[in-house]
């Protein structure tokens, strides 16, 4: 078939994109789902190193669209986090700040899953749902009205009632529509990694507080070959981050040691290494005319609270919940009330860790000072401290 008419076509099939057609599908709406690249069903790549943190809050979405059953790898949750500041190659300053998840119930407040494995269970199910036409991959094009959208992809023509841009950073949809975007520029890059360590993690997160950015170590489940396994995710000035990848396996490994610390014992790089250049952008507006924007394509932020893709599945949450109910996904209401839900708190947490990133990433000691003893204030302020672990949860 060559002609067909649609709820919902979605441009991108990254996590939040595929994430929200599955949401759709589940809710019993017609959903297009378009992507450059090609999506196997049975696809079962290698170990990368790379993985995802989902709070607490966002894994509704996954829990709706049917894709956290569909997890072929089981998520580690996040039982504490510690947060401490230091400098590179030293103990990290006793006046820290330490959550349990305890304090605030009996959920974790998130939990650490594979990168391989979301995509895993995103790819079967997208295969499997009757209600998703996955062209992919294809290039789309499309033309909206005030009445409809059509895009052709694939060979085929689809009429839709809204097109969502989930296809990142550099959307063309968002180009298309005219709707302007602030950059903020770190001069910073990440270091994305895995390591296998000695001892145990517990389920217990770390967030050292580096003059260069902040350096996060994850629990992650045990898998065949790793009894005991973690994420790294640390970011340094784009200078350093280009000589760290240069380095080979051991050296870097040892790099990793100085700000990792050694509350694991011996460790060892396992998979791949990735680097991103780092930037915050905002869009204008969320919304035009039968468009809506989720994700990287309205939004990206500083990953110090590891809060990027959260932010995204909240976006395909509330997009989701509003057309779930409506007769016309497209309609300016509907738009309107998706932007006023999450066009603020986006920009809220853009600010939030724009700011933690400045006042963190330096050397100056007076600042370093400072920010040492509003942490150890933090930890003696019990309700302070909830809120903060309800934030970090998404609730």
Same mark, same amino acid.
């Given at each position: ?50 993985? +995802? ?132 520029? +770190? ?98 507006? +969320? ?63 853009l600010a939030a860790t724009d700011s933690l990133d400045r ?37």
């Amino acid at each position: 078939m060559n002609h067909g008419s649609v709820d919902v076509a979605i441009i991108g099939a990254g996590p939040v994109g595929g994430a929200l057609a599955c949401r759709l599908a589940a809710a019993g709406k017609t959903v297009a789902l378009v992507d450059k690249a090609a999506l196997p069903p049975m696809e079962h790549p290698d170990f990368d190193g790379r993985a +995802y943190a989902i709070a607490a809050g966002s894994r509704h979405l996954l829990d709706e669209a049917g894709l956290w059953e569909g997890l072929p790898y089981t998520p580690c949750p996040i039982l504490k986090i510690h947060v401490t500041d230091g400098k590179v190659g030293r103990p990290a300053s006793p006046l820290n700040l330490h959550f349990d998840h305890a304090a605030v119930g009996n959920d974790p407040f998130g939990w650490i899953i594979e990168a391989r494995a979301l995509r895993i269970a995103l790819n079967q199910r997208l295969h499997n749902d009757r209600n998703i036409m996955l062209l992919a991959p294809a290039e789309a094009r499309v033309t909206r009205t005030a009445d409809s959208v059509h895009v052709k992809a694939g060979g085929k023509e689809i009429t839709a009632k809204l097109v969502v841009a989930a296809d990142g950073r550099n959307s063309r949809l968002r180009a298309e529509a005219g709707i302007p975007v602030t950059n903020i520029p +770190y001069r910073q890059s990440a270091v994305v990694c895995a390591i296998t360590h000695e001892k145990p993690h517990h389920g217990v997160a770390l967030e050292h507080f580096l003059p260069g950015g902040p350096f996060a170590q994850l629990p992650m489940s045990a898998t065949e070959d790793y009894e005991n396994l973690s994420a790294i995710v640390f970011t340094d000035s784009t200078g350093i981050v280009a000589r760290l990848g240069q380095l080979d396996g051991e050296k870097f490994t040892r790099e990793v040691e100085k700000r990792l610390g050694a509350h694991l014992g011996a460790i060892r790089l396992i998979g791949r290494r990735w680097t991103y250049p780092l930037s915050a952008m905002h869009a204008a507006r +969320y919304t035009s005319t039968r468009l809506a924007l989720v994700g990287d394509s309205a939004h990206g932020i500083h990953p110090i609270a590891g809060q990027g893709l959260n932010l995204g599945l909240r976006d395909a949450l509330a997009l989701a919940d509003l057309i779930a109910v409506s007769d016309d996904p497209g309609s300016p209401a509907l738009l309107a009330a998706y932007q006023a839900a999450r066009r603020p708190a986006n920009l809220l947490m853009l600010a939030a860790t724009d700011s933690l990133d400045r006042l963190f990433s330096t050397n100056n000691p007076a600042i370093r000072l400072a920010r040492d003893v509003g942490l150890a204030a933090v930890n003696r302020m019990p309700n302070l401290k909830r809120r903060f672990m309800l934030a970090a949860m998404g609730r």
